[in-house]
Every structure is written in C-alpha cells, then in structure tokens.
C-alpha cells in the first residue's frame, strides 16, 4: 500500500468510526481544523471538579474524575500545542490537581476505587492495597504540567516542584526495566521542566542523558513480536525526526513507518493489541475509540517521520 493510500484510508476509517474528539483532532492536524474544535470536544469530558472522567481514556468507563483520565486531558492538550493556562480547561485541571483528589501527597493514583463500578479494562480494577497507588505513571507527568502551567505563587506550583524531585530521585535510584508508560511520563516530565525554564528544579542534562540511555533500552528490537504483541515501538517515545531519540534508534524508528504501512487493515485501521475479558460489548465499542485514536496516531507518525505523501 503506498503511503496516499494509507492516509486515505485511514481518514475514512476515522470518518466513519471516530469520536468527534478524535475527527477534530484530525482535522486539526491534517485539515486546517481550529485548536478551539478540538477544546469544545475535549470539554465534554470534563466534570465540575475540574477532572476528566466518562471514558476519555475509552479502557475506563468511569464518569468520575481520575487522575489517568485527566493525565489524558494533558496529553490532547500537549498534542495540539494548547498553553493558555487561564483558558477553562486548563484552570478546571489545576483545581482538580490541588484539589487532593484521589492523591496520597506523593502520588496520585494510577487507578481509583470507583473504576470497579463501571466498564472497565482488567488494568483499571483496583483494590485498596493495589501497588498502582505508588506509581509515577501518571504522577510524574502530572507534575511536570503543574511546573509548566500552575501560577508560581501557588501551592499547587510548589507541589509539583517537591513531587518532581522526588520522581526525579527515585528514577535514578531505579534501573531501567521499568514499565515503558511510566518512562514516557518521565520524557513528558523533562519536556515540561525544559518549557518552564526551571533549570535549577533538577539536573535536566542527567535526566536527557538517562532518558535516551531508557529509550535505546525500552524499544523493542525483536520485531517479529510486533505483528502480535502488546511490545514497545518507538512512536511509545517520539513521533518525529525532531526529537533528541531520534538519531539513537533511526533504524528501528524507520522500520516502524514501514510497519504501519505494512499492517493497514482494509477498512483503514490498524489491530488494537490488547482486550477486555470482561464487558464484551462495550470492549467492542472502546475497541472502535482506540481504533480511530491509532489511526490518528499512526498517520501523524509518518509525517513526523518524513514517510507520508498525502
């Protein structure tokens, strides 16, 4: 399939198939679409207390605010290069933040307690004495948004300063077999320290050096396990020639342009890695939402990679 045919295809599947959160995504990447579309949609996701809940992130179904959920809010935000930090979104994100919400003083956590009531991925389950309650996947990205965006004054600010320190400290005590989400929350975590201008928060030239030591490390370069496993590409990392990963994995990261073209399916989507046990219909349904956000995913890493011919 050449690499039109892969854009075409995949448009229509997200026409057909995607969120309106995810067709304004699109749009906006690809289609001249405003940043303020892309905000009305995510906004429907946002409750009162200034989180994210009702299937953001379509593994959970929970309506309620959760920290996962609202991590997810940062990430959209992130994708289209939204700063405003007075826009309502962004203020209802910080009071959720301080709020101490579904946060322990040190982290706030990866799963909560009423995930079990609703839909849900078998990840998303929690009990009381789950070890996600100690995780920074997303702590440590959340962090790192407080530091960028939070007013200096603030508590919150002085918050996310502390918690950066301490994730900071305790990726170091660490080695790096660790989970590749929670890496990715760390990239995120320089990236914002970078973009506040913190220099002196913590050691960011140790920190980048660290960070490209775990993504060398992270990728899995067996692709035979690609066709079917739940394994790490390079897109978990970085979805362009511009980024500092890049020149360490260039092989593998052009494979995987090769790879995305390779796996289209007929209707334009690629497969979804992973399932539900439980909740067959509505895993079909989430099924779908991942379909659509992969797809976006996928074409924008082509672009990024210098591989797409629209």
């Known amino acids: 399939m050449n690499k039109n045919k892969t854009y075409t295809a995949a448009r229509t599947f997200i026409y057909r198939n995607a969120r309106p959160l995810d067709i304004a995504r699109w749009q906006y990447h690809f289609e001249n679409g ?16 200034g989180g994210f809940g009702h299937a953001l992130e379509p593994d959970c179904w929970n309506p309620n605010s959760s920290p996962i959920q609202t991590w997810t809010a940062t990430e ?9 930090a007075t826009y309502p979104i962004m203020q209802g994100i910080l009071r959720y933040l301080a709020s101490g919400q579904e946060f322990n003083g040190s982290f706030w956590y990866n799963t909560v307690r009423s995930n079990n009531d609703y839909p849900h991925a078998p990840w998303w389950h929690t009990e009381s004495d789950s070890t996600s309650h100690n995780n920074y996947n997303p702590t440590a990205c ?13 508590e919150l600010y002085q918050l996310g300063c502390r918690i950066v320190k301490e994730a900071y400290a305790s990726y170091f005590a660490g080695d790096l077999l660790g989970d590749m989400h929670t890496a990715a929350c760390f990239i995120r975590l320089w990236q914002y320290c970078i973009e506040s201008g913190v220099a002196n928060l913590i050691d960011l030239a140790a920190l980048k050096e660290r960070l490209l030591e775990q993504v060398r490390h992270g990728i899995t370069q067996n692709t035979t396990e690609w066709e079917s496993g739940y394994i790490c590409k390079p897109s ?8 500092i990963f890049y020149s360490d994995n260039k092989d593998i990261a052009d494979y995987e342009c090769d790879f995305i073209e390779r796996t289209q399916l007929d209707d334009g989507s690629w497969n979804i890695p992973w399932g539900w046990s439980n909740y067959p219909e509505e895993w079909v349904v989430a099924k779908n939402w991942w ?6 995913l996928n074409i924008l890493y082509l672009r990024g990679m210098g591989s797409l011919e629209k």
């Open 142 to 154: 959340l962090a790192g948004f407080i530091v960028r965006l939070a007013d200096k004054n603030s």
């Open 236 to 243: 978990q990392f970085f979805n362009s020639r511009d980024s």
């Open 291 to 296: 379909k659509g956000n992969g797809a976006l």
């Open 76 to 84: 959209i935000l992130r994708e289209i290069d939204f700063t405003d």
């Open 34 to 49: 405003s940043k303020e579309a892309v905000l009305t949609a995510l906004a429907a996701y946002q409750n009162a207390d």
